[in-house]
């Protein structure tokens, strides 16, 4: 099987132009946090920042509006729903909830956003409760943890089988899949399957897949193409965790740990072989 090296995320890697501008870099959309879980808006909002967009918008309550310009400044906060087509990409899912509401506004973006979507978290329950897997957009990417994507599909077993069912999902549909686990796969809309190297267990933590749904939308939001983006962003999201369990241990990983070191992934990737 396929793996992502080191070799292939340099090979991915976008170098940024010297001349560049915020607008160079896209802006991004994320609908991310309800009541009790804006946490988890905040680590991926930070998280997108941190992948290098020009600008991140964050869709979510007014309860949280002052938890998010605290948290983090460089974000656009709104609380009324904008055309997601005025945006470079689109974010949904982490911490959302599943009110009627939000239940309304995902089934708006399924239906008309044109531009590139990541679903995660509660937009993949809500879509998995709702049956609306035909409404999900060809070229979107889904990143489910295992039980998510139980609920996707309704098949679970092995982990082999488990990939073996989100290659043919992917392919049905027309989507990308991270099947997030030890050794996350990342499969095409034709099936083929890359397995991530990076990432320790440290990384099994509240909040990590938040960090990956930022990550991934904001290298949407700059332009990678949706596989790109994924392969890409998955790999760097494992570098980042496992830069911070050298820095600490894997025990006491953050997810916040995580975002703080996607800097210093990218510098490994772009520095990418070592001459010495």
């Given at each position: ?163 073996n069912e989100a290659c043919r999902f992917a392919v049905e ?10 050794g996350t796969a990342v499969i095409d809309t034709d099936g ?85």
């Amino acid at each position: 099987m396929n793996e992502i090296t080191f070799d292939i995320a340099k090979s991915l890697y976008r170098p940024r132009p010297s001349d560049a501008h915020k607008g160079t870099f896209g802006r991004a959309l994320l609908y991310a946090g309800s009541k009790g879980m804006m946490g988890a808006a905040v680590l991926s909002t930070e998280a997108c920042l941190r992948s290098g967009v020009g600008l991140c918008y964050l869709l979510g309550p007014e309860c949280g509006m002052d938890i998010m310009q605290i948290a983090v400044p460089e974000a656009i906060y709104k609380t009324e729903v904008p055309d997601p087509n005025l945006y470079s990409a689109v974010g949904c899912g982490p911490g959302l909830g599943k009110n009627e509401e939000t239940r309304h506004y995902l089934r708006f973006l399924l239906k008309h956003t044109l531009v590139p979507l990541l679903l995660d978290a509660d937009a993949l329950n809500i879509i998995s409760e709702q049956k609306w897997q035909s409404l999900i957009p060809e070229g979107a990417v889904l990143t489910p943890h295992p039980m998510e994507f139980t609920r996707l599909t309704g098949k679970t077993g092995t982990r082999a089988e488990m990939i073996n069912e989100a290659c043919r999902f992917a392919v049905e549909h027309k989507v990308v899949i991270v099947l997030k686990g030890a050794g996350t796969a990342v499969i095409d809309t034709d099936g083929t399957v890359f397995i991530n190297t990076t990432g320790n267990s440290g990384m099994a933590t509240a909040g990590s897949g938040d960090v990956l749904s930022g990550i991934i939308t904001g290298l949407l939001a700059q332009g990678y193409k949706p596989y790109d983006a994924a392969m890409f962003g998955v790999f760097l999201h494992g570098l980042a965790g496992d830069m911070a369990s050298k820095n600490m241990c894997e025990e006491s990983v953050l997810a916040r740990d995580i975002a703080a070191n996607i800097g210093e992934a990218y510098k490994s990737i772009k520095h990418f072989p070592v001459v010495v």
